[in-house]
């Protein structure tokens, strides 16, 4: 199986010298789209156009891009911003990163295009801590852009003025929440914000704000190139446009793979990434990051795309596909990102500071051969005082992981209960401490 | 104001456009806990225990962050509210020590009252508790001059933090760390330093910040009793409660234990400073005067009756009512109630020109955040305003400065022949008055009564001194820096012999022949009423002053955002000797008179 699709987004990455702009210039759109953007297009026509192309937000959710930029309040007198989330942070996810890494004027590009269209002056581009090398090609690359008269004053000769700025955050996964974000831009803790108001209405420093993904963005300077319709055609109805995969786990070959969403989570796994190593069966997969339910080898045959993904009982999310061959033990597996959530969990509310401390030491334990066979109706009762109780939807990633591993593998949860030791043949798996990710 | 009408677990409830479900809820008196929301402080939703069901909507909501909308129909009571609000107590108990039997808090903690109420029975939680340096107490650590800090029993309500950031306009405490290892904390450990540090044991839903003053003094059902008052630290005029902890064993009555703030809205708001929360102690200190004491032949002080202190001031100050113009000069503390001022202008009319009389009181300006929301007045008396609306010369505004200079120099020049101190501030808050002590004992003036409830040096070199009542101890008008008269109400009897200040001044004045007519304090107040109509004072003869009342009652009545969850506290606590708790039949609502606006 293999995908035929000639990638947009990625087509030059592996070219040394892509980050450059004059290499953007010479083969990439090279601002041409923020040029037709701004000397041809109206702010409202830039959102129509994106709004028909029907680019969703590739951060997680979902969310149509366009109508996100159509809630940004028009007529406030308060300065509107784009923030540009860039804080990669989940687990299984590396497909921002080689964009600003290896095309960071398409990001620049798009957060240009994107402050045009909601009557912005500023986008602040919010780096997860730990790019620190990917900031500084950004920052260099930003300058050149400044150099070259794509960002400024008077872009074009039009009136219009656009500043971007970087900002690196301290390395939180919750400052992917965009409320965090923005108090983590404001300089206060990432802590999410109760919403309403939503950062439409009330974002960075109380103006409209649209916070929007890496790939997102990226995907903007594409929809004014070639228009809407040329980019609605692309992958199945309703999930239009080029998808970033990032295929990992025990596959052959692991990395990031463009493809519309017509391309199904198997071709992705057997045919981009070549297939489970060692020839070894597939026992699960993670489709859209750690924080979505796995989906068991059987409900792999469908299109990676939103709406296909979601049907099957599990999310697209920022398409971390991680692939678990038969040596993985899903109560360990469930265990070691538990101890990721209780790590990052941001403290601000209750449920989820509490639970997700309380699920890790219960999963410890049954990992440990110490649990009782009450802890497993324990893990998910306190998952459903979790999920949909929380502030911000980091409960319901958090539980995502116990609650679809005890529905597809409650007989390895139990075997470990009553045997007191892991039965899944994993001899390469140390019994030392979990993976701390940062 | 725009209504929107709701209904709540079936009840239709009209509020103001703009309040949120919880304080509708608060309002109708429907029972829905919270922690992180605070009347007072801005809007938080972490804590989640407020989570009500509201139709159309798809999840459980936080009451405290919805805001009400026309037809809105709210449950608390539906079973899915009920278990997942039951879920969150559970979560909030894992790590909280449950040491309420050696807690502060304990008897008046949110977390505890709430918990009973909407907590489940047991918890499954098995695993040893989080610990931050060790169980109980040992845990506890300094969190500033006034106050300590236990992180276990800390539940992230974020009420301390928010009211520095907002209130206090100096955001001295923050989170540490993240998710589960969360901790109130200072930069470098440094503590609270503010002079707004008491109202974080307000705040505090449980016993993790509690202030050194009250630590382990009392609990609250030793605390039967509560009297509302006014504080007259500064000319703020801040609403505060008055705690008197007494058992029925105690032969002596009870005792003051804690004052704490009351809210009014255009004044304090639900705040106080340190200055009137913890600067009570003088109140029932050593040093206070309780009884007359009067110089003898052999120049020794000694005490004495009243018959024979007034005797011994009637003659001293006749004497000096002779020597003409300005030659008995009257130094009157702003610290005064207005009944004191007024009986005392009477006293001065009466005697003419021989009388002059001057208000002193201290200026202190207070160090706090330029951003802060709550500043303290640099005027530290309360009634420099009822003082210049008798016909007192204080100077214009509220921050005028008092001037002593022209008695000073009278005084030296040997023209005055007497000076009559009042005071029944504490000892030196009417101001420096060390060189009039120096004056009488170098002979000049040749007389010096004091009028104080603490001894001082200048105490020490009076001829006589005569024992006044603290604010506590006496009703008295104040009037406040927005003009505001304040009746400030007796909670406790004065100590020993002391008296009310205005009854020491009418006995003088009858002592030098002067006949007031004022039999009680009622008297004098119908007295301003007349000689001041039309203004605020018009009606003060109506004030009906508190009394202390069964603390169980005041929580009901007080703070109406608390006000519920009181309900099962202080039942059934034996009578305690020497003060009497009203029935709450017979307690009059008119504490003080009602807020007018001002100007």
């Known amino acids: ?438 | 104001m725009e209504a929107v009408s709701l209904t709540i677990d079936g009840v239709p409830v009209t509020v103001e456009k703009g309040r949120t479900v919880l304080q509708a809820a608060i309002e109708a008196g429907v029972r829905v806990p919270y922690y992180c929301y605070h009347p007072g402080l801005d809007i938080d939703g972490s804590c989640r225990v407020c989570i009500v069901k509201i139709e159309k909507m798809p999840k459980l909501q936080t009451s405290c962050s919805t805001v009400c909308s026309e037809g809105m129909v709210v449950s608390t009571t539906d079973p899915e509210v009920a278990d997942a609000r039951a879920a969150v107590f559970e979560f909030l108990l894992i790590n909280h020590p449950l040491d309420c039997p050696v807690c502060d808090k304990g008897g008046e903690c949110p977390l505890q009252d709430f918990s009973y109420s909407f907590g489940p029975d047991e918890s499954r939680m098995d695993f040893p508790r989080r610990v931050f340096d060790g169980e109980g107490v040992m845990a506890d650590v300094d969190f500033g001059p006034t106050l300590m800090l236990n992180r276990n029993r800390c539940i992230l309500c974020t009420r301390c933090i928010r009211f520095m950031r907002e209130i206090d306009g100096d955001a001295q405490i923050s989170v540490a760390d993240r998710g589960n290892g969360s901790e109130i904390a200072t930069f470098d450990e440094e503590g609270v330093h503010s002079l707004l540090s008491g109202n974080l044991m307000d705040v505090c839903p449980v016993g993790a910040i509690t202030t050194r003053d009250y630590r382990f003094k009392s609990r609250p059902w030793d605390n039967p009793a509560v009297a509302d008052t006014v504080c007259t630290m500064c000319s703020k005029g801040c609403h505060t409660s008055v705690w008197l902890k007494g058992k029925p064993e105690w032969a002596r009555g009870s005792k003051l234990v804690r004052i704490t703030p009351r809210l009014a809205p255009e004044i304090n708001g639900y705040w106080m400073c340190d200055i009137g929360r913890f600067g009570y102690h003088w109140v029932e200190g050593e040093r206070r005067l309780v009884r007359p004491i009067v110089r003898g032949a052999d120049g020794a002080q000694a005490a004495a009756g009243w018959h024979d202190a007034l005797r011994t001031v009637g003659m001293l100050l006749g004497a000096a009512r002779e020597g003409g113009s300005g030659a008995l000069r009257f130094v009157v503390s702003a610290h005064a109630a207005t009944e004191e001022m007024f009986v005392l202008k009477g006293l001065m009319e009466a005697l003419g020109e021989a009388a002059a009389a001057t208000v002193h009181w201290q200026r202190s300006e207070k160090d706090q955040p330029a951003a802060v929301k709550f500043t303290i007045p640099v005027t530290d008396a309360p009634n420099v305003n009822g003082a210049r609306d008798l016909g007192y010369a204080v100077g214009a505004g509220n921050d005028g400065v008092p001037d002593l200079s022209a008695l000073q120099q009278a005084v030296n020049a040997g023209s005055v022949k007497a000076v009559y101190v009042v005071d029944p501030g504490p000892a030196g808050s009417i101001g420096d008055l060390s060189w009039l002590a120096a004056a009488r004992t170098a002979g000049r003036p040749a007389v010096l009564i004091v009028q104080a409830v603490e001894s001082s040096p200048l105490t020490d070199a009076a001829d006589v001194v005569l024992p006044g009542s603290a604010w506590l101890e006496k009703d008295g008008l104040f009037t406040n820096d927005q003009g505001r008269v304040q009746g400030a109400s007796r909670a406790l009897a004065p100590p020993g012999d002391a008296r009310d200040d205005w009854s020491i001044l009418v006995d003088v004045a009858h002592a030098l022949g002067v006949t007031l007519g004022y039999a009680q304090a009622g008297d004098v107040r119908k007295a301003i009423a007349e000689a001041l109509p039309g203004g605020p004072y018009a009606d003060v003869d109506q004030v009906t002053f508190a009394r202390p009342v069964k603390a169980s009652h005041w929580l009901r009545t007080s703070n109406p955002s608390e006000r519920w969850k009181w309900d099962f506290m202080f039942q059934d606590l034996p009578p305690v000797k020497g003060h009497s708790v009203q029935t709450e039949q017979g307690y009059v609502d008119g504490r003080v008179l009602p807020l007018r606006p001002v100007g």
């Open chain 1, 1 to 438: 199986m293999s995908v035929s699709f000639q990638p947009l987004l990625t087509r030059f990455v592996r070219e040394p010298g892509s980050a450059t702009l004059d290499f953007y210039r010479a083969r990439d759109l090279g601002y041409e789209a923020l040029r037709k953007a701004v000397t041809t297009l109206q702010p409202g026509e830039v959102i129509e156009q994106v709004k028909a192309s029907g680019l969703r937000g590739r951060g997680g959710a979902g969310f149509p891009t366009g109508m996100k930029w159509q809630f940004v309040l028009k007529d406030s007198p308060k300065p509107k911003y784009i923030c540009c989330n860039a804080d990669e942070s989940e687990p299984g996810t590396f497909k921002d990163h080689l964009l600003m890494e290896r095309n960071p004027h398409l990001v620049i590009e798009g957060c240009a295009i994107a402050c045009y269209a909601i009557g912005a002056k500023v986008a602040y581009i919010y780096i997860r801590g730990e790019f620190y090398h990917v900031q500084r090609i950004l920052e260099r690359e930003i300058e050149a852009a400044y150099r070259a008269g794509f960002l400024g004053t008077n872009i074009f000769g039009t009136g219009f003025d656009c500043d971007v700025y970087v900002h690196r955050g301290a390395g939180a996964y919750e400052a992917g929440e965009e409320t965090a974000l923005i108090e983590s831009l404001e300089g206060k803790r990432a802590q999410p914000r109760i919403k309403p108001p939503f950062p439409a209405v009330s974002g960075l420093y109380n103006c409209p704000t649209a916070v929007n993904n890496v790939e997102t963005l990226c995907n903007v300077p594409l929809v004014i190139a070639h228009g809407p319709e040329w980019y609605a055609a692309i992958g199945p109805e309703k999930n239009s446009g080029p998808k970033l995969y990032c295929v990992s786990g025990h596959v052959n070959t692991p990395g990031v793979f463009e493809a519309p969403m017509s391309v199904t989570l198997k071709e992705l796994i057997f045919g981009c990434a070549g297939g489970m190593r060692d020839g070894r069966t597939l026992k699960a997969v993670i489709p859209g990051g750690s924080s979505t339910p796995v989906l068991l080898p059987d409900q792999i045959d469908i299109p990676a795309s939103f709406d296909a993904i979601a049907k099957a009982g599990s999310m697209l999310g920022s398409a971390a596909i991680i692939a678990l061959d038969d040596t993985t033990c899903m109560v360990w597996m469930a265990k070691n990102l538990l101890a990721f959530y209780r790590h990052e969990s941001c403290g601000k509310c209750t449920p989820c500071r509490e639970g997700a401390d309380w699920l890790y030491k219960l999963l410890a334990r049954i990992e440990a051969g110490e649990g009782r066979m009450a802890d497993i109706d324990l893990l998910l009762d306190v998952s459903r005082n979790i999920g949909g109780k929380t502030l911000c939807p980091f409960g319901d990633a958090a539980i995502a992981p116990v609650v679809s591993t005890i529905r597809h593998f409650r007989g390895e949860y139990e075997a470990h209960v009553r045997e007191g030791r892991c039965t899944v043949p994993a001899g390469w798996r140390g019994r030392g401490t979990a993976v701390m990710a940062h």
